[in-house]
């Protein structure tokens, strides 16, 4: 990162031999070329690309802000909002080849930290969640991607390689790896089970597991096997003809029904028991 170290542990060791500004801007340049297909030139980039405007002034910005500026760095990014819609604090420490896709909407805290090789969408947050002074914004180890409209809040730390699934909000510690979905956010997908490109960056973060979906499909077919084990238990048998042997009345549904054999069973039961 930029300046000063981040979270000790949060971030990677690599982040002690910081390269100076300009080297730092060149790879936050060429980094975008990995990740954005529809990136053709270096012109096009610096000109067009509002997440890497955003990013250049914010380099600036918090150059200054090292220095003990405060005025003039938050006037940059001010400015800098005005141009690209990315709001960035000068304050936030942000690692190296960082990538803001669309840069439509994001805004990001005096105190957020972000690793190596993150990228984020538009629309994300990385906002605190109290007014006292001190740590209060979210800290991005390396190689995090948050979706699109994703909320981060808190003084929590996101692991290296977590993905953070579109429209989240994730209010608590993310462990390496995972990726996150819902609100609030709920760890269900490990790394082995992602797609993971060439170049070693998941941008799956439109696909968000559904794990109460999952549960309710697991009950019904849980349901379905109890059905099942009545109608053994209750001893039925059925025949073409729809006859139940343990009652003398014929079922009014065609045979091999779970919800029709149950209620013959209780029938059965009602009447031999």
């Known amino acids: ?28 340049v060429n980094c975008v070329f990995d990740r ?6 270096k012109l096009e980039l610096l000109t067009i690309y509002p997440g890497i405007q955003a990013l250049v002034a914010h380099r600036f910005a918090h150059a200054m802000w090292l220095r003990g500026l405060r005025y003039l760095p938050r006037l940059l990014s001010f400015l ?19 990538f803001i896709d669309h840069g439509a909407c994001v805004v990001i805290g005096e105190t957020a930290e972000i690793g190596d090789d993150v990228t984020l969408y538009h629309g994300v947050t990385l906002g605190g969640t109290t007014w006292n002074p001190g740590k209060r914004h ?15 809040l808190g003084p929590i730390t996101v692991g290296e390689n977590a993905r953070v699934a579109a429209n989240s909000v994730v209010i608590e510690d993310v462990t390496p790896g995972m990726t996150v979905v819902g609100i609030p956010g709920r760890m269900v997908l490990p790394k082995s089970q992602r797609r993971i490109t060439a170049g070693g960056i998941d941008l799956d973060h439109h696909q968000m597991p559904d794990p109460v979906g999952k549960a309710i499909a697991c009950l019904l077919e849980r349901i379905a096997d109890l059905e ?28 091999f029904d779970g919800s029709t054999h149950a209620a013959a069973a209780h029938r059965g039961v009602t009447r031999h028991g």
């Open 1 to 28: 990162m930029s300046g000063e170290q981040g979270t000790a542990g949060a971030l990677s060791p690599a982040a002690a031999a910081v390269p100076g500004l300009f080297a730092m801007l060149r790879e936050d």
């Open 36 to 41: 954005d297909p529809a990136a053709r030139n």
């Open 80 to 98: 800098s909002r005005l141009l690209t819609n990315v709001d960035i604090h000068p304050g936030a420490r942000i690692g190296r080849r960082f």
């Open 138 to 152: 979210p800290t991005l180890s390396d190689g995090v991607v948050v979706g699109a409209g994703a909320k981060i």
């Open 228 to 255: 099942r084990d009545v109608v053994r238990l209750a001893g039925e048998r059925s025949t073409a003809q729809g006859i139940c042997s343990d009652c003398d009345d014929t079922c009014s549904q065609p045979a």
